[in-house]
């Protein structure tokens, strides 16, 4: 089966044809333009092999990310960095390809994080691995976390293997008044201090605290934070952004700055999340105000949703690694054929 | 005859004559790193004080096409340091300063020759600490570190070197400034970071790095079980981690370790004991009781045949020393000792060890083992004597079987020493040439002329088919006068 998937990119290679590697298709909006034909990794899918004793799980590209979800549960393990969705077809590629990571990111640790192995199909159809199954491994450079992110311009990410965790025995999650900056004061505070924090974000006045751990320890944390205990599902909201913040026409910027920058002075709505290091922003702000503004705190805005991406979905690139980028490119793929344009230019 | 040298005379121009030594008693100190048993002088030693003079070291050399070997503190184990004799080996031993510690951010901004150790050190006033603690962390650099991808015996719960750099910056090897990640989360483009750490000197030289720091818990404490054979405890630490419980260490030793480790330390362990265990919990007092509880009871159904729990702080550390100064006891029982670094998945632990066991039998040599067992990484410790030839060649062969045997199991031959001169050969075992030949790509992609660190790591083609003969031969290496280890 990876043969023929090898195959048919070696043959899309040869006649230079662009290849839209796709999965569920729920994250077509990341990105820029997409370009070239529809290659579906729905068909390659499964898991390869999950031993909860050595928390890890090696599954092909094509998996449903709820399945594999709800198989690590019945375990009581989870993925550690609480992917986003965006919609029941997510797979597991599209996932490690878009490499987003959901509200634990703070605490647990980004996507590229849990990334311990990669199958991957090369721009001349060759299939190479990289990392492995086990927890440490520093042989050769570290392709895996390399191709996690880079929105399948590299490769087909055919299998991957990540690491796990146990499920939180407790969660609890709280809700406090703060105006923007007493809360990222607070979020920052907290997390310099021995609390089981897994989750922040801030909107509108309103601070809103997961604590996730053993019982005894989310109890006692809950204590020192306050605020009320909220019940509703908040965080899935936050996580698939079904949340009324993200809804409207308006473009969706994402702006990843340090977590202790001052409240960002730009037109239309704000969300935070990540402790302070996640803004995100609903504005039809000029978007080299946006890009300025996250740059003068050393950050970098994305333009996650919108009509109009003209202005290029990321932060450009300073020419050396635009450089790097280039070469890392056609030494995965050679012909381009990989979602060429969807990350940058050059990419 | 040193100072002749073309590329001397050019360094001459902006470096002090103190930055720049190419006599021989100037430069036997830095002929080898912690893998002694490879040694070579570099044609010149160059030791900038500063980024702009490491950028015209990069650009000169690179005008003269000489090649260039970063060092930090020496004490890696895989020879990634060892210079060449047509090269530069640039020390970045004068890169000490701490710049920035912001204790809100929980950011620590260094350069690379700063000592792991007092990263935690400073940071303690504010109740925070680096997380990454490798054995040697009094001595090594976070350079070293980040080029090695260097882990550390609480790296199950807290990850390694990686998961703990938010961002580095440094040059390429034509003097152009690099800056990859930073303090905002999920820089723009391919993760590039990733790929800079553990990339053992060959993309480009780090000037400065940035580190996460993490809230220190509240209390730790530890278990040190003892158990009647080794299998035994390698199925317990399996329970540990199915039972929902990641420990803040997890360690294994066996009875040679132990008593190597005991005369010399005095840990307290039970020599009695085929093998211990030492299981840490962290967090708030609460939380560590309630889970020390657990384990206790998960050891003692797999099998425990004692349990001491640290009661305080001194006993905790005490319980650690040993483990911490695994090696240095070795090398106190014997004339040399090779350490491996091979990585398993846990469930293949039981095999590994009878394996290993029997390759001490069929070479006539000893092999303590401790191990990171929370994370399945090995540390076989071959005893030898390097001054008799025979010895030595066992070793070889020994190591290269124990190592070709993790990669059988589905790991890996090294899960944080780092390939450097040491492990090359493995690696033609454990990639195929097409993997190999992308590896060469990525290199390639940062440093096109292959002046960086050349011959470390990545194991040229031809390299591997002369491995490829050697191995068909029944592991009967020819010349084996030659250093290959």
Redesign the interface.
Known sequence: MIESLADSIREAAARHRPLRLRGGGTKDFYGNALRGEVFDTRGYSGIVAY??????VTARCGTSLSELEKKLEAN??CLPFEPPHFGPGATLGGCVAA?L?GPR?ASA??L??FVLGVKLI?GRG?A???G????????????S??V???LGT?GLIAEVSLKL???P?AESTLRLEAPQARAL?LM??W?????PVSATAWHEGELTVRLS??A??VR?AAEGIGGAALDEPFWRGIREQSHAFFSGPKPLWRL?????SPPLELQGRQLIE?GG??RWLKSSEDPKTVRAA?KR????A?LFRAPDKAAGC??P??P??AR??G??KS??DPAGIFNPGR??PE? | MGAALPVVRALREFLPERAILHEEEDTRPYECDGLTAYRQLPMVVALPETEEQVRRILQTCSALKIPVVPRGAGTGLSGGALPLGDGVLLSMAKFMRVLRI?????VAVVQPGVRNAVVSELSAP???YYAPDPSSQIACTIGGNVS??S?GVH??KY??T??NVLGVRGF?IDG????LG???????????L??A???EGM?FVLTEVTLKLL????CARVIMASFGDVEKAGAAV??V??A???PAGLEMMDRPATQAVEQFVHAGYDLEAAAILLCESD??P??VE??IARMQTLLAHAGATRMTVSRDEAERLRFWSGRKAAFPAVGRISPDYYCMDG?????RLGEVLRFIAALEKKYGLRCPNVF?AG???LHPLILFDANNADELHRTELFAGEVLEKCVEV??????????GVE?INQ?CV???P???E??R??????DPQGLLNPGK??PTLARCSEYGRMRVHGGQLPHPELPRF
């Open positions: 031993e909860p004793t050595e928390l890890v009581g393990q490499g990571s990111r640790g980004a590229r994080d090369d060759q190479l691995s990289f492995g199954q086990v927890m440490k491994n520093v042989a050769g450079y570290d392709v976390r390399l996690a992110g880079s590299l965790a146990p499920k025995q004061e920052n505070r997390a310099g201090q021995p609390l751990g053993s005894a320890g006692a990843s700055v340090p977590s202790t990540w290091a996640l996250a705190c050393n950050g970098h994305t990321f932060s690139l300073e050396v690694l790097v980028h070469q890392l030494a995965f990350m940058y990419a | 912001d204790p809100l951010a929980r504010f109740g925070l090695e991808n882990g790296c199950l990850g390694l990686l998961h390429t152009e400034p690099l800056q930073g303090e905002a989360p999920d820089a723009p483009g391919y993760d590039l990733a790929l750490v553990g990339s993309l809230p220190k818990p509240q399996a329970d981690i199915a929902g419980i990641v967090g708030t609460e939380e309630d889970e990585t398993i998945p846990r469930k990171h994370d399945g990484n589905g790991g890996t031959i090294t899960g944080e020493h780092g390939v492990k690696m454990q990639f195929r097409t993997e190999l992308l590896f790509a990525v290199k390639r992609a940062f790591a990545v």
